[in-house]
């Protein structure tokens, strides 16, 4: 059996304003030939289908139509689709019974009651696999396996909550065929985008071990993380990453999907192979300047010397400026380098000199840095600029407030 893995699509994504449909749709004709050359019998998408949990009509219009058309190229192909935590499992759960005539399985929810809902079993062209289908659990999900005698554990309720469906799983593998574990989480020692992925904080407990995957597993296949990675220095673990860049701080990265065959020998021992495939950039993402700040006169020079004549798809371009730098003209001197320029202009990045009194201090001139941080690590910076509270750390009750909020609020929004 050949697989493709695949995770992290952020449909719908704006990037400053700017729409990326024609990237994602491009991403998509590559995609459906590689179905076609690679001759792929199970697709997996393993999570954050959608960047918002209340995508637009068109961003669930772009799946749908992905799936049409796959389905309509390969004719034997089967796609599994977990729900990520970008994603509201509502709303994903809503088009199973659409997304199921075209060979979809759909699991966006995990019900401590009913595992067995994400085990799934696919049988086409004559081959089989059995995979754990488990979606972002959220602590709502798990909260009665996550108790323990010192208070709620997420790690361990998630730990359980794969335990039960991988108990699943084995029961129905009497075949001995290929086991593929899905999931949505931050694995232990993964590398982590600066920018542009929601930390996935839970009562502390921002990373999970890769030991909830199980021993039998024969491929397991994540999403979440941006990058694309191994996990553990294990070959069958992987991270696929986003088939686009998502944030400024993704520009380098190597966009790919993961191509895992299985293969079966007399003694039915199996054997997994991955290979990466990588896919072409369609849109680039450029900072100006590359290294240090320079003088805004430089700066416009940069800005005026970049050719993009050649690219169908205008890139991307944010700037960065010293604040000294800024005087009462300098936007309209970037806007006049800018002038004829096929490139979507996504803002200036000011950056702040700072002593050498206060270089231990974060300093914050794009909000969009700010939006990005972890809470908790806000909540320890009020503490430490607070002329009362300095010095002092936050007291564990603190943090677990802060963490119900935090819970709270992402199951609203998943509503």
Request: charged share 20%; hydrophobic share 40%.
């Amino acid at each position: 059996m050949k697989v493709l893995h695949t995770s992290d699509w952020h449909l719908g994504q704006q990037f400053y304003e700017h729409d990326r449909r024609v990237e994602h749709q491009a991403f998509f004709t590559w995609l459906l030939a590689t179905l076609v050359e690679q001759q792929i019998d199970l697709l997996l998408v393993a999570g954050d289908i959608y960047h918002t949990a209340t995508p637009s009509a068109s961003a669930e219009n772009q799946l749908y139509q992905f799936i049409k058309d796959a389905k309509k190229a390969c004719p034997l192909l089967h796609v599994v689709i977990i729900a990520g935590n970008h994603d509201s499992a509502n709303r994903i759960l809503a088009a199973q019974p659409l997304l199921a005539q075209f060979d979809t399985h759909v699991v966006g929810r995990f019900d401590v009651a009913t595992p067995d809902e994400t085990v799934i079993t696919i049988n086409t062209n004559g081959k089989r696999a059995v995979i754990v289908a488990m979606p972002f659990l959220r602590a709502s999900d798990v909260s009665l396996l996550s108790q323990t005698e010192s208070g709620p554990s997420y790690a361990q309720g998630v730990a359980k909550a794969y335990e039960l469906a991988l108990e699943q799983a084995t029961n129905i593998n009497e075949q001995n065929s290929p086991l593929i574990v899905m999931g949505h989480l931050h694995a232990k020692g993964g590398d982590i985008s600066s920018d542009s992925e929601r930390n996935l904080v839970i009562g502390g407990e921002e990373s999970i071990s890769a030991n909830v995957f199980g021993k039998q597993a024969n491929y397991v296949a994540l999403g979440h993380l941006h990058k694309a990675q191994q996990v553990a220095k294990s070959d069958i673990i992987r991270y696929s990453g986003t088939p686009i860049p998502m944030s400024f701080s993704e520009r380098n990265y190597t966009h790919q999907v993961n191509v895992v065959e299985f293969i079966i020998d007399e003694k039915q021992h199996i054997s997994t192979t991955v290979n990466p495939l990588y896919i072409p950039r369609s849109a680039d993402v450029i900072i100006l300047p590359k290294g240090e700040c320079v003088p805004l006169s430089e700066l416009c020079e940069q800005i005026k010397a970049l050719d993009t004549a050649q690219n169908i798809i205008a890139p991307y371009l944010r700037v960065k400026l010293k604040s000294s730098d800024t005087d009462t003209t300098f936007r309209e001197q970037i806007e006049q380098a800018l002038e004829g320029k096929h490139i979507k202009f996504c803002g200036i990045e000011r950056v702040r000199e700072q002593s050498a009194q206060n270089d231990d201090n974060t300093v914050f001139e794009d909000l969009s840095e700010v939006e990005m941080l972890n809470p908790l690590n806000l909540l320890e910076q009020a503490f430490a600029n607070d002329k009362d509270m300095a010095g002092q750390s936050v007291p564990d009750e603190l943090k677990a407030l802060l963490s119900d909020v935090i819970n709270e609020l992402t199951e609203q929004e998943q509503l």
